[in-house]
């Protein structure tokens, strides 16, 4: 589509949801729950050219879904994005990150913001369902970094939490999480994604200062059956880059920096995902931990 406009048109939507055999009746809707994901791709991107913001854009995209919701119900419809693909910049000659929207029809095809500007299968990478036990989670919808792959969230302690550790800090703090995919693990293409991270944390800085307790967790999606890794070697070298980051980690305040990363200890051993997390409590000494996800 080139606008927003032409995915308005009542037609053209009919006319895609034609292609779901659902939809057609040429074939029985899942047993388990909606199974089908649509994309729509627009050549415009509407909070560029206009004075639209992405929460009017969005709620533009919930309004056009709610006008076909028997359609999407009928089709069997999971998931459906909206990508808007905004116009080159003439002087830098670069595309601007697109901008997502995803609905889902658990929320009655409302946006899940928290997944907002997320390729939504690459969602699950970000470990967000970890944060929403404890934290109520808001994205801060920052799209500074290079790589876009680098996704701020503000979250506060939630009470339920607070009452199981009466000594937390009660304050909000920043989630920084960051996707690298590299093919194989490497101190540039580490020290880079922390770098990018840290540069988005830079750039949004709440007006009250960093505050404390923010964590930063990178990770490292790797083709992880053709890995194969020492743990202490990647320790040492995450260890290493950090020190050479140390006053600008805790300048921003970033209490633990979490590293995850898939690998193999030996060609012929089972992939493991490990998680290594970072800190420097007293401010001397890295303090590094090691642990095995279980499977």
Do not use: W
Not at 143 to 172: C, D, F, I, W
Request: include cysteine; charge should be negative.
């Amino acid at each position: 589509f080139d606008k927003l406009s032409d995915v308005e048109d009542a037609a053209s939507f009919e006319n895609i949801f034609s292609s779901f055999p659902q939809f057609t009746d040429t074939a029985p809707r899942c047993a388990t729950g909606p199974i089908n994901v649509l994309y729509l791709v627009v050549n415009e991107d509407p909070s560029q050219t206009v004075a639209d913001s992405m929460d009017d854009v969005s709620a533009k995209c919930e309004k056009l879904l709610q006008s076909h919701r028997y359609s999407l119900e009928k089709a069997d419809v999971r998931r459906i994005s909206f990508v808007f693909v905004g116009q080159a910049d003439a002087e830098a000659s670069e595309y601007p990150m697109p901008s997502l929207y995803t609905y889902r029809s658990q929320l009655d095809f409302k946006e899940d913001s928290l997944f907002r500007n997320i390729e939504p299968s690459f969602a699950y990478h970000l470990d967000l369902t970890r944060l929403a036990k404890n934290f109520s989670v808001r994205s801060l919808g920052s799209r500074q970094t290079s790589t876009g792959q680098v996704h701020l969230y503000t979250a506060t302690p939630r009470p339920q939490a607070l009452k199981m550790e009466k000594k937390a800090n009660k304050a909000p703090r920043v989630f920084a999480r960051a996707l690298s995919f590299v093919l194989d693990f490497s101190s540039a293409s580490f020290e880079r994604m922390l770098v990018d991270a840290l540069n988005a944390l830079d750039v949004n800085v709440p007006s009250g200062g960093p505050g404390s307790d923010n964590h930063l967790f990178i990770n490292l999606v790797s083709d992880y059956e053709r890995v194969v890794l020492d743990p202490v070697v990647v320790e040492q070298v995450i260890v290493t880059i950090l020190k050479r980051h140390s006053e600008r980690v805790s300048r921003l305040g970033v209490a633990e920096v979490e590293t995850r990363l898939v690998c193999c200890l030996s060609e012929d051993s089972p992939p493991i995902s490990l998680r290594m997390v970072a800190s420097n409590p007293t401010g001397y000494v890295h303090v590094m931990n090691t642990y095995v996800d279980a499977p």
